[in-house]
């Protein structure tokens, strides 16, 4: 009643403001816009999965533990992964479940007494995300635009999505990180122009060209490396240290990696770290070979778009990694200009997401052309690829190519769709396989079976195929085959109703402190408004109150919230008819 | 579109070129309209083969103005991208989808010189083989060529070489587009096609040299 009367305006809303999340393989954060400014929702959250007091936790909580090895790094690394891929990395290996697991199957990491896909650990990361991000907003989130690697494959992008559907997140959609950044720049700054971006965060690195018109922002070519950044930046000083033998050598390998990563932090500041056991010189040495691969990859982007560096009006810097002096130095050489690094790179990706969600949301008419980073084909007779979508085609796309059959009478084709740029389909990513039945027996060389892949706007592929004569037409959501099948998605439901009650009692409390939270604001705009309607012995009885109830919410006692909002309600209760008495008295 | 039509039809283009407009009936209100979207009852058309050159409002002709179609790209793209159209009804949003991905697909076509003169001419490269004795001869030379250059310099000057063989070859088609016969047109496609994958296989050797390059210094 209270809010009723004081704040006409702040009805309830039917449609919630979207977030942007920026889903990180070392940190991920969230941000908003209100009021036309972006605004970052959470701390940076570390990427980090651990179990403490036999539950689940994600962030600082998990680093500042001193069991490392209950947690998982890095999860974003294992997203649309394989057993087989898995055990060729040297940061994950010792996690794996069951070194004997099916090599194409779905990996499940050790945590704790628990066996987790990097699913269910994104949607845990997820989760904390949203939590922290509802406690700010004091409403619930319910969509959300989601960054990822421009590379994502498939698999990878699939991975993403099953996470937020895990944790009831509706994907407005997964949006490129590059092109969010340039999102986030470009509006900032107002520019106009062809811009690199140059992202190289925690693991992976990826490079877009864009083009700035008028809102338009057009990806004119992507490129990158899903498994390339700072994470091989912390390997190459740890593969240091171990071989030079010095104290740290005997530490275990996450506390190792650990050190590493402060080393690497403190020579992005000075000559030397604190220990004087790697010099930058030393550092800038070992990095050298990766920082020629992502330059491969620039120039790789720069070919496909048909440019040069001296089209290029800016290059901005995205992700942490590009704190390395030696990054940013060796990427103004290669554009013979000064790297863009005046904004945080850090937070750019999710302020990107943010002005996307924005304008999805009806915000903004802000539109975003993107790109297939890989190139799509099926494979044919003889194990070589036709490429059906080649790699840079603009999205939504949908192209088709017609094949027929190999022997007189076959009523059935097997059609392998695979994802990459190598010729042998062996070498690429496979996504799926699909069988077409109910072919006419007819002649070979006769059915003509048109194959049609549709690419939609978050990237993701859906496969038909139509047979002329019989006008059969059959198709596929490529549910990628390291992504999970629809049968690992219910178990995951399943399971997740299982931790529920868990859930739950966690869901009370926020919705306690949420009701509680908005109480307070409003009885205290009351107070500030019609202050002349109280006593001040009344005024200082409703402030203990607030107080008490604040201090409640802030140590999320579940039972004491309830009863200090209702205690609050009950003392401002005639408060609230003085004011409506008050209010309708004014309007006559 | 045959390809003794499109001859045909630019002999009778070449006096008076005007940029084409779509021409076509609204299946909601029935009016005519030269547009993908209606004018009067803002329904999206449910046709999805449309003349790429109609749709952007471009003279068929290989001539076309760069600059003006990446406008009409964009105002394209604002009227159909998924993104502007959440809030209309489901069925809306799947005819623009689909004028959206002929769209994507139209303005790869016309952008590019050789796939544009494809299309113009609705060149089918799998249904003939290459018969020129000049052109067959000149392939030969071209491929010894290709073989003996090793360096990276080498490859270079090839590639550009190449490059200003294909220009040359496109401009006479541009100037000549109206006047040539329809073999001698197929002949000049014939020759650009393969020029472009000759100039692929330039670029992935190009390709080899710079990763041979990289081992070298990596050791």
Known sequence: MLLQISEPTTQQQNKLPAIGIDLGTTHSLAAIIQNDQCVTLTPLIPSVVGVLNEQLTVGQAVLDQPDTMRAIFSVKRLMGLSVQDVQSQSIHQHVLADQQQEPSSVPRLVLGNQQLTAVELSAEILREVKRQSELKLGHEVHQAVITVPAYFNDSQRQATKDAAKLEGLEVLRLLNEPTAAAVAYGLDQQSSGIYAVYDLGGGTFDCSIIKFNQGIFQVLATSGDTHLGGDDFDQVIMDHMINSKNQYGKLDLIALRLKARDIKHQLSQSESDLDGCLTQEKFNELINPLIDRTLKCVQQALSDAKLTVNDIAGVIMVGGSTRVPYVIDRVGKFFNQMPLTNLNPDEIVAHGAARQAYALTGGTSTLLLDVVPLSLGVELMGGLVERIIERNTAIPARYAKTFTTQQDGQSGLVLHIVQGERDKADDCRSLAHFTFHGIPPLKAGLPKIKVTFQIDADGLLTVSAYEESTQIQQSVEVNATYGLSVQDMRQMLVDSFNHAQVDLQERRIIEACLKGKGLINTVITACQQDQSLLHHNQINEIYVVIDQLESDINTRKLDEIVQGTHTLTQLTHDFADRRLAHALKNLT | ?219
């Open chain 2, 1 to 219: 579109m045959s390809k003794a039509n499109a001859v045909v039809k630019n002999h009778f283009m070449s006096d008076f070129i005007l940029p084409s407009k779509l021409s076509l009936v609204c299946q909601q209100c029935q009016q005519g309209i030269n547009d993908i979207r209606c004018p009067y009852c803002h329904c999206f058309t449910q046709q999805t083969n449309h003349n790429y050159f109609d749709l952007f409002h471009c003279v068929h002709s290989l001539d076309i103005d760069l600059e003006q179609l990446q406008q009409r790209y964009y105002v394209l793209q604002q009227l159909t991208h998924p993104d502007q159209l959440q809030s209309l009804k489901v069925s809306e949003r799947i005819k623009a989808t689909a004028l959206n991905q002929l769209i994507n697909q139209a303005y790869q076509v016309l952008k590019n010189p050789l796939q544009r003169a494809k299309y113009l001419f609705d060149y089918q490269e799998s249904e003939h083989t290459i018969a020129d004795p000049i052109l067959l001869s000149e392939i030969m030379d071209l491929q010894d060529a290709l073989l003996e250059s090793d360096t990276e310099a080498e490859l270079l000057l090839f590639k550009s070489k190449i490059q200003c063989k294909f220009d040359t070859i496109f401009n006479q088609l541009k100037m000549a587009d109206s006047i040539y016969k329809s073999s001698e047109i197929i002949r000049s496609l014939d020759t650009l096609n393969y020029y472009t994958k000759l100039l692929t296989q330039v670029n992935d050797q190009l390709e080899k040299h710079l990763n041979r390059f990289d081992n070298v210094t990596a050791n």
